[in-house]
């Protein structure tokens, strides 16, 4: 079996009441949103990695961006308590599918919230925003749950993104990459390179120095083109109405030592 496996969960045909924070509501085609699901499955599966599908949440409109409900770290599945009370009935689900892959589970409580969008993990280093979605209680749980697995987790603020991995991400030699007007504190961070457009500061890592990117920021893949990147294009532009990027649609899992 493959040791590069992808959680991944259809999108409802409630999506388009998805909720939006920081941006503008657009109409969105859920037609046209569930081909370009398809499409980023399919560049997945292309890219060496077996996708494992979520039990569907018809009920749920943001369920499609299941990085939220789980963070996986070593062999310990972190199942999320979502800041938008909304978005508390995806976990059920979630928590199904680590537990039939033999993870460990440890749940975030309340009274604290944790949005898996909001975790960065750059080597043992687990970056946290801190913001509207993630309070400071979420951050101290995860970081009970982590620490003894050798994690070092930071807590980063955000004021300016629904989420930290709305303003950036991480290359594969740990370098930070963000969009600038919405990174509060570059100076967190010990490399910090500024993408070109806001969805180029938006990568997930597929391995053999291969990213995954959305097809709108030609600018952002030359750069990493040049930097000696191969670069695989996803149409994610109905998601990108609901604030979601390339991370949020699924969970990777690199087995047991990632």
């Keep these: 079996m493959s040791t590069k496996r992808a959680l991944v969960r259809r999108p409802s045909t409630r999506l388009a009441e998805g909720i939006v924070t920081h941006i503008e509501r657009s109409p969105v085609d ?4 569930l081909r370009q699901w398809h499409g980023y499955v399919v560049a997945l599966n292309e890219n060496g990695w077996e996708t494992i599908q979520v039990a569907e949440a018809p009920d ?11 963070v ?13 009370d909304a ?25 604290g919230t944790l949005d898996g969008g909001d975790v960065l993990k750059v080597g043992r280093t687990i970056y946290v925003g801190r913001g509207g979605r993630t309070n400071d209680e979420g951050i101290r749980q995860l970081t009970e749950i982590l620490e003894p697995f050798g994690a070092k987790v ?5 004021t300016k993104a629904l989420h930290l ?16 007007p919405i990174v509060d504190e570059p100076s967190f961070f010990p490399r910090f390179l500024a993408a ?14 291969r990213l995954l990117i959305a097809n709108d920021c030609p600018r952002s893949a030359e750069l990493y083109a040049d930097l000696g990147y191969e670069l695989v294009l996803v149409d994610i532009g109905e998601f990108q109405k609901l604030e979601g990027c390339v991370t949020c ?3 990777r899992l690199r087995g047991p030592s990632a």
């Excluded at 859920?30 to 949103?33: E, M, R």
């Excluded at 749920?60 to 789980?70: G, Q, S």
């Excluded at 689900?93 to 749940?107: G, I, K």
């Excluded at 991995?165 to 600038?180: D, F, H, M, Q, Y």
């Design 30 to 33: 859920v037609d046209l949103a």
């Design 60 to 70: 749920c409109p943001d369920a499609v961006f299941v990085e939220d409900v789980l």
């Design 72 to 84: 996986v770290y070593e062999h310990v599945a972190v199942v999320t308590n979502p800041g938008a």
């Design 87 to 111: 978005r508390r009935r995806e976990i059920v689900e979630a928590e199904q599918a680590v537990r039939a892959l033999d993870y460990s589970v440890a749940r975030i409580r309340a009274p």
């Design 154 to 158: 930071v807590a980063v603020p955000i």
């Design 165 to 180: 991995k709305s303003a950036l991400t991480a290359l594969p030699n740990g370098t930070i990459v963000g969009w600038r």
């Design 196 to 209: 070109p457009e806001e969805s180029g500061a938006h990568v997930v890592l597929l391995g053999e120095d």
């Design 249 to 251: 649609l699924s969970v």
